[in-house]
């Protein structure tokens, strides 16, 4: 129990569990091999209401907090992280579509969404670079009553499996920086439109691609806020990312020391459980103590976004710190099952999944840099 969680979000945290102990988790280490998303589960996910339930209604949602999100997006990655991608995407794009789209257009694709009928991507990064993101180059041009797309986006999340993309590109100069950028919802089977998918280490059932523009028309109404304001308006949905990506990464960590515990108490050495080794006992109570301390760290800030206050600092400390933490939680646990952990299985599976979070969705660096701009003042921390 913790101040964050009534009764309620603990009992759809169970439900969330059943379900993902079920049906998600039996299929982890295939879809590893296999790098397909199962377009069943995800619908599975939309039919019990767990795809984005944050949202109103009116877009397919149950109306229901950020919270909600937190604690069936933890249930989902606890039993495979790839697949929460699917709650992942959908809420950071469902934020996105609800608030910045033109109703007529993006209603559908958020019905759709909720349902588990269809998969967004989000694509920032390009081949030039991630971090400076607000530098991008894929240009954005009007033609009448349509914009005109050339470039490329690389490293995106399920790039060759999504329906769709929230596409950032260049409408302004490049002197204009982040304020001439636009964001636009563009359909993947569009003419024009490549896909290349990479061999990626971990979170091998999302997976991640680039995606080829080449003269693809894109009718004005697919814009997503206004012209060369997407940077500013839509990079505020990331707050909520952050925080999520913290639980689930989190959630696997969890998941690891709940199995290491459990080992500990029972692998016998030198005539005495493991677990009476303090060298065995003490490293796994210490990250066991830093996870909690995390895990109530992202609910903070998804309490804080129900409440409509700041929460960027705090967002952005869930996502360095938390798979950071989950990493060295991973890699701990592993040791303690000695060579097994070796062995491809859950363990190494677990290490190499939580590793691309440390990097996707902005580095550390990046983070810290937010936090200080935030604590400091811009002008005190320039980029
Ligand atoms: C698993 C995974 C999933 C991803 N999914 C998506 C996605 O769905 N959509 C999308 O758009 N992108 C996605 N990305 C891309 C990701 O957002 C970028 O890789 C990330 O922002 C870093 O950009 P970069 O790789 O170009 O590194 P660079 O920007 O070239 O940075 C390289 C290194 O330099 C450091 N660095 C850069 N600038 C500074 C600075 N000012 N101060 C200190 N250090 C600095 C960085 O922290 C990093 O360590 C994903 C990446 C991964 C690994």
Not at 51 to 69: K, M, T
Not at 71 to 85: F, G, P, T, W
Not at 98 to 111: A, D, E, F, Y
Not at 262 to 275: D, H, N
Request: charged share 20%.
């Amino acid at each position: 129990m913790n101040p964050y969680l009534d009764d309620d979000l603990i009992a759809l945290g169970d439900q969330a569990r059943r379900f993902a102990a079920e049906r998600i988790a039996p299929g982890f280490l295939e879809r590893d091999k296999t790098r397909v998303l199962d377009r069943g589960i995800m619908k599975e996910l939309g039919d019990m209401g767990f795809i984005a339930p944050e949202l109103a209604e009116i877009f397919g949602g149950l109306g229901l907090g950020s919270l909600a999100a937190g604690v069936i997006h933890e249930e989902i990655a606890r039993a495979d992280l790839s697949i929460s991608y699917i709650n992942l995407l959908a809420s950071l794009n469902g934020q996105i579509l609800s608030h910045h789209g033109n109703p007529s257009i993006v209603k559908p694709w958020l019905t759709q969404l909720t349902r588990g009928e269809a998969l967004i991507a989000i694509a920032l990064t390009e081949p030039r670079g991630g971090s400076d993101a607000a530098n991008l180059r894929l240009r954005i041009e009007r033609d009448g009553d349509d914009y005109v797309v050339n470039g490329e986006k690389s490293s995106i999340s399920a790039a060759d499996q999504a329906d769709a993309a929230v596409v950032f590109g260049r409408t302004g100069t490049v002197e204009a920086g982040a304020h001439g950028v636009t964001a636009l919802l563009i359909p993947m089977d569009l003419p024009g439109i490549t896909r290349r998918r990479f061999d990626c280490h971990g979170q091998r059932a999302i997976g991640r691609g680039s995606l080829f523009f080449e003269n693809v028309r894109v009718p004005i109404s697919y814009r997503l806020g206004d012209e060369n304001k997407g940077f500013v308006q839509v990079m505020q949905g990331f707050d909520f990312s952050r925080a999520l990506i913290g639980l689930q990464v989190l959630a696997v960590a969890r998941a690891a020391l709940d199995e290491t515990w459990s080992y500990v108490a029972e692998r016998q050495a030198f005539g005495r459980p493991l677990s009476a080794f303090q060298g065995v006992s003490h490293p796994l109570a210490d990250l066991d103590t830093q996870v909690e301390a995390a895990r109530l760290l992202c609910l903070q800030a998804l309490w804080l976004k129900d409440k409509g206050a700041p929460h960027s600092a705090e967002a952005a400390m869930c996502k360095w710190w938390a798979p950071k933490l989950s990493y060295e939680v991973v890699h701990q646990c592993l040791l303690m099952f000695g060579h097994g952990g070796y062995d491809r299985g859950v363990m190494e599976q677990r290490l190499r999944d939580v590793l691309g979070f440390q990097i996707g969705d902005g580095t550390a660096q990046i983070m810290k840099t937010i936090i200080a701009r935030l604590r400091a003042g811009r002008a005190a921390v320039p980029a």
